[in-house]
């Protein structure tokens, strides 16, 4: 079997952070195909279990990371199901979690997966395709307000309400069912002025699947959720990939660290990539991370 080639980001932070030397049982909360959990075995974690929402890559983790037998359990599940997936393990505390919540390179680089309008193909964008409806059929269900509000909130999109009339115009002649049909729609709705750094389809892409996979839906919880079962000295670390799972990441570790829970905020400031890495990885450029610890 050929794995698909991924980089995961900011691997040298993660590791120092979570400082899997110290052995016990860590947690990668999206474990994608498995860089994360290498680096972390390799650098001494007694044993990582893996949770991922989509099959596809826990098939590529499963093959990558056989060479560790029995030291890494691979489970499909949602990172925000944390707490029951860790109570079927019998695991009351960890000594360590990861969350990176950004998409993978395979999921935007696979055929058929509908991630990128690069490519013209089905409109589908789940990270779990074994379940839910795809972005094509919410996409044709949806009322106009409703869209507009979406693009505006999931991709901070300031021209959200002429694209979403653009869209409800066009399903009238027909569904839109491909990456290529949206784009198109989306492009010709937004006003051209000048350079534009970033294709115009871009935020209304990001918006749409951020929708389809509830990717901002009990974020607040699951990271309540995760700081409870930290074990005293150990760490969670969250990689966002936009502002606005980034924001929710701050306010939420800020709540925590207030609150009753003995809990200190290690990132002041969220560390990015340096620029080795991004000569290396440009597509982590706009990743960012931020870290919590239990004192006691």
Request: net charge neutral; aromatic share 4%.
């Amino acid at each position: 079997m050929t794995l698909p080639t991924h980089e995961p980001v900011m691997v040298a932070e993660t590791v120092a952070l979570l400082a899997p030397s110290r052995g016990g049982v860590f947690v990668d909360c999206t474990v994608g195909l498995g860089g994360h959990t290498r680096a972390m075995l390799e650098a001494g974690a007694t044993r990582v279990l893996g949770l991922d929402r989509d099959p596809e890559a826990l098939r590529v983790a499963r093959t990558a990371l056989e060479a560790f037998g029995d030291r890494v359990e691979l489970i499909h599940a949602d990172y925000r199901d944390l707490g029951r997936v860790l109570d079927a393990q019998q695991v009351a505390g960890v000594a360590g979690a990861l969350a990176d919540l950004g998409v993978s390179s395979m999921q935007l680089d696979e055929e058929g997966r509908g991630f990128s309008f690069r490519r013209n193909e089905p409109l589908d964008m789940r990270m779990d395709r074994s379940q839910g409806p795809t972005v094509a059929d919410l996409l044709n269900e949806v009322g106009e307000e409703d869209l507009a509000n979406l693009i505006f909130q999931h991709g901070e999109e300031r021209f959200s309400r002429r694209i979403a009339r653009a869209i409800v115009d066009s399903r009238r002649s027909g569904p839109i069912a491909t990456t290529g049909q949206l784009a198109q729609i989306v492009r010709r709705a937004v006003p051209v002025r000048g350079y534009q750094r970033i294709d115009p389809a871009t935020r209304t892409f990001q918006a749409l699947r951020i929708w389809v996979n509830r990717e901002l839906e009990n974020l607040d919880g699951f990271l309540a959720e995760a700081c409870g079962r930290l074990l005293i000295g150990a760490r969670l670390v969250v990689i966002t990939f936009h502002s606005l799972e980034d924001r929710i990441v701050k306010h939420v570790f800020r709540a925590l660290a207030q609150g009753a829970d003995a809990l200190r905020i290690l990132t002041k400031r969220p560390l990015v990539p340096g620029e080795a890495e991004l000569e290396r990885n440009p597509r982590a450029r706009s990743a960012k991370l931020r870290a919590i610890e239990r004192l006691a």
